[in-house]
């Protein structure tokens, strides 16, 4: 996966760089030279590593957008906990849930993403995940926008799996596949990416979700097919970003 990215970076003109080295294991982050210039688009994933779906999901997506890469600007984490993905654990190496740790600036891992993350503080965030209970695809947004954005985005998400039918996903109400809080939880035991980076200032967020126990091949599918139409529906909706 990692020599991919590489093949990724080169063709796109990014840069990879080491975010982070643990225990001899490093965690890679690709970004534009001239970064800085207007806010980015943010993507990651590779944060629970039981979630391979994802992970092999944003590069797919990835190797068919070179073009988009080169001509636009984004920040992109491919996979936050490799140790994780090669042992199929959710958890990292040091037995941390790093999705409950993105608020911690002393975390060796958290806080230099906190650093980068704030240089120039994203558009656009996608999270990118997967969930063993989930009976299809789901997606939960926070964003500032008078109309949920996520149906017209999960339309375009169907052609393999169709959205999670259930009304409760983890204790949240949910429609056709969309949670959408009315309040942004403040009071979690741990912070979540998405929810940093709403508080970062990042105006629009997703944390999208596929289901474990589906094919590898149509997840990953699925997931490059929700960063493509998450990425085209904020671009039309920029506009109206506060
Ligand atoms: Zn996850």
């Known amino acids: 996966m990692i020599a991919r990215w590489r093949e990724v970076a080169k063709a796109a003109g990014m840069q990879m760089k080491v975010l982070v080295e643990m225990d ?57 906990n490799p140790h994780g993905l090669r042992a199929n654990t959710r958890l990292d190496r040091r037995g941390f849930d790093i999705n409950r740790r993105f608020h911690i600036d002393t975390d060796p891992l958290c806080g230099p993403w906190l650093d980068i993350v704030k240089q120039s503080v994203p558009r656009l965030g996608l999270c990118l995940h997967e969930d063993y209970d989930a009976q299809g695809f789901y997606v939960y947004e926070l964003n500032d926008l008078p109309k949920t954005a996520s149906y017209d985005i999960l339309k375009k998400c169907a052609k393999h799996m ?52 589906f094919s590898l091949d149509d997840r990953v599918r699925t997931q490059a097919d929700f960063v493509d139409a998450a990425i085209r529906l904020a671009a039309r909706t920029s506009n109206h970003q506060p």
Not at 185 to 203: F, H, K, N, S
């Open 24 to 80: 001899g294991e490093k965690v890679f982050y690709l970004q534009k030279r001239d970064r800085l210039a207007s806010p980015p688009v943010y993507l990651s994933t590779g944060v629970h590593g039981d979630e391979p779906g994802s992970a092999w999901g944003l590069l797919a997506w990835a190797q068919r957008e070179i073009e988009q890469l080169r001509h636009g600007n984004h920040l992109i984490f491919p996979c936050m």
């Open 162 to 213: 169709s959205a999670d039918p259930r009304r409760m996903i983890d204790g949240r109400r949910s429609r056709d596949g969309v949670i959408r809080p009315r309040a942004i939880p403040t009071t979690l035991p741990g912070m979540p990416e998405a929810i940093v980076l709403w508080q970062l200032g990042c105006p629009f967020t997703l944390t999208f979700e596929t289901p474990s126990e």
